[in-house]
């Protein structure tokens, strides 16, 4: 059982810059590709980004590539997604994930979710 806890959340303006990290505990995830999903109101989840086991790779989806970049601390135990020049599209629920694969986006543990409001 992994256990996934998001924090770094919040309101910004357009523009501005947020680093999200999740922090995982119960079992080390150093062996594990990661990512992020996020769900807006009337959307699907849908992911955001992946990165492999020891974070030599990484996949965006085009709505954020260029603008945000997933990095992984496995001494830490710990994800993070740097969010820059972020636009009000970028509302939505952020989850951490522990993924199946690197190349899939069968998700085996989720995160609770943080929120994040891009305003205007």
């Known amino acids: 059982q992994v256990q996934l806890v998001e924090s770094g959340g919040g309101l910004v303006q357009a523009g501005d810059s947020l680093r999200l990290s999740c922090a995982a505990s119960?079992?080390?995830?150093?062996?594990?590709?990661m990512g992020w999903f996020r769900q807006a109101p009337g959307k699907e989840r849908d992911i955001v980004g992946s990165?492999?086991?020891?974070?030599?790779?990484?996949y965006y989806a085009a709505s954020v590539a260029g603008r945000f970049t997933i990095s992984r601390d496995n001494v830490k135990n710990t994800l993070y997604l740097q969010m820059n020049n972020l636009k009000p599209e970028d509302t939505a629920v952020y989850y951490c994930?522990?993924?199946?694969?690197?190349?899939?986006?069968?998700?085996?543990?989720w995160g609770q979710g943080t929120q994040v409001t891009v305003s205007s």
């Open positions: 119960g079992r080390p995830v150093s062996s594990y590709a």
């Open positions: 990165i492999n086991w020891s974070g030599s790779a990484t």
């Open positions: 994930v522990v993924l199946r694969a690197y190349s899939s986006t069968v998700v085996d543990y």
